[in-house]
């Protein structure tokens, strides 16, 4: 996405172009969904219904011992404040995670499960900002920053801070993304550059699209974590295949069935025809 500065100066005027940014965590997603959404080995149905304003949704999953697990959860918003998840596990567990969003670009969120954490987002234009404090514990807070500079183009980073145990700066990542057409990518630099990872996602057509996913280091200068595609069918759904760096060759259908009712199969095998398993999941 693109946004224009009209300069104040006299005809002819100047154009400056920047590129939307988003979050540092979400650069190379689109490559990154194609390679890893919808491969599943469970067995699951999701029912959502909407009492009101009240959107209640009922998640079961069958364990390795054919035991079947559910959890309840409902999302609604009031006064400004939306609860964007309350949800009771089948072990007894709480999530809760709710979200308030001012108009000058901030957003203030709280997400509760096993350890509880208050967030900030902060965006405006081709800057996007994040910050992650542990509240539970105050063990950590964690910061991002992404930055759009034009053509295409973004960088950022995010970094993490121990507050106890190892304090100190306990994590660094720097990268950028970069989309033109069809064609996207992003870099991610660990830490002390010890290694890169790419992420390219290549639209060949409206219904082909392929991805990879590969990490780069002095020992090994090219491994190939994934490498897939997907192909939506007409009046089927999207078909979407993988084979990753061990061995294993993964592939999904997703479609929707009949009117607001989305099936999912999916199902890997290892290349020397052993390990087999399947998954199955229905949304409706």
């Known amino acids: 996405f693109f946004f224009r500065f009209l300069t104040p100066l006299t005809p002819p005027y100047v154009f400056l172009t920047f590129t939307m940014a988003t979050k540092f965590a979400d650069i190379g997603k689109g490559a990154k969904d194609l390679l890893n959404d919808d491969y599943t080995t469970k067995i699951s149905l999701k029912c959502k219904k909407a009492a009101g304003p009240v959107a209640v949704t009922i998640e079961t999953e069958q364990g390795s011992g054919g035991a079947l697990s559910s959890k309840v959860g409902t999302k609604f918003s009031a006064y400004g404040l939306s609860f964007d998840k309350a949800q009771m596990k089948a072990d007894g567990g709480l999530v809760l995670e709710t979200s308030m969003a001012h108009s000058s670009g901030v957003k203030l969120a709280f997400k509760g499960n096993k350890g509880a ?3 900030v987002d902060y965006k405006n234009g081709n800057i996007y900002a994040t ?4 509240v539970k514990d105050m063990s950590r807070f964690s910061t991002s920053a992404c930055l759009g500079i034009g053509s295409g183009m973004m ?4 970094m993490t801070y121990g507050l106890s145990g190892k304090t100190g700066v306990t994590g ?23 290694s890169l990872n790419c992420d390219i996602l290549y639209k060949v057509n409206k219904d082909i699209s392929i991805a990879s996913s590969t990490v780069h280091s002095k020992d090994k200068p090219l491994d190939v974590l ?5 192909y939506h069918i007409c009046s089927v759904g999207t078909l ?3 084979i990753g760096s061990n061995g294993i060759l993964s592939a999904s259908l997703v ?9 999912t199969g999916s199902a890997s095998v290892s290349t020397s025809g052993e390990n087999f398993k399947y998954g199955l999941g229905i949304v409706m």
Do not use: Q
Request: proline share 6%; with cysteine.
């Open 117 to 119: 954490d208050v967030c």
């Open 131 to 134: 910050g992650v404090l542990d």
């Open 155 to 158: 960088v950022g980073g995010n």
């Open 172 to 194: 660094l990542n720097v990268g950028g993304a970069y989309a033109s057409g069809p064609l996207s990518a992003a870099l991610n630099i660990a830490p002390k550059a010890s």
């Open 226 to 230: 994934a490498v897939g595609g997907a």
């Open 240 to 242: 979407k295949a993988k």
């Open 255 to 263: 479609g929707e069935v009949v009117p607001k009712v989305t099936v």
